[in-house]
């Protein structure tokens, strides 16, 4: 499974179980015994989901989601919370955390939730870097070349294309091929495809 559980949580005892718990699933797994640890160590290329206790010594797990979110971090978060904690929790998920969990919890049921994360964080990172593949094709294309796919999608012919841009219909041809060699298509349809959601 890509990706990992970063568990933030002040009691020893929860990291140990837990993290014990999450290994026996298949799910690697880090611990912190603070906010301010995993903070020292967050970078935002981290992959995987944050196990967050609500209320800890020092920094409470709100207060380390909020940091976070200000530094862009897109990790999905799962509190952890006390009976007492719920309404914290409730307007955490309003801001945008991925779950929260009441302690004591159904371990099973925790570790499900724990792997939905990571396949949410995995599904959008890969969503993320299609996106920054297809911008990077996009700004190896040259004027001329992004001239001809604009009259590509708009359905018109190469000879039209010629008379448009007033160049010859075999320069029309050269143009044409190289968009698509760049863009990694081999008729207009795939392109209108690839740039289906751009538009």
Known sequence: MSGRAYLVDDDEAIRDSLGWLLESRGVACLSYRSA???LDEWDPALAGCLLLDIRMDGMSGPELFDILRERGSRLPVIFL??????????SALKKGAFDFVEKPCNDNELVNRV???LRLDANQ???ASGADSLNSRLGRLTTREREVMERILAGKLNKI???DLQISMRTVEVHRANLFEKMGVRTAVELAQLLAGRR
């Open 36 to 38: 301010e640890d995993f």
């Open 81 to 90: 919370t006390g009976h007492g904690d719920v309404p914290m929790a409730v």
């Open 115 to 117: 792997i939905e994360a």
């Open 125 to 127: 990172r890969a969503a």
């Open 161 to 163: 294309i010629a008379e």
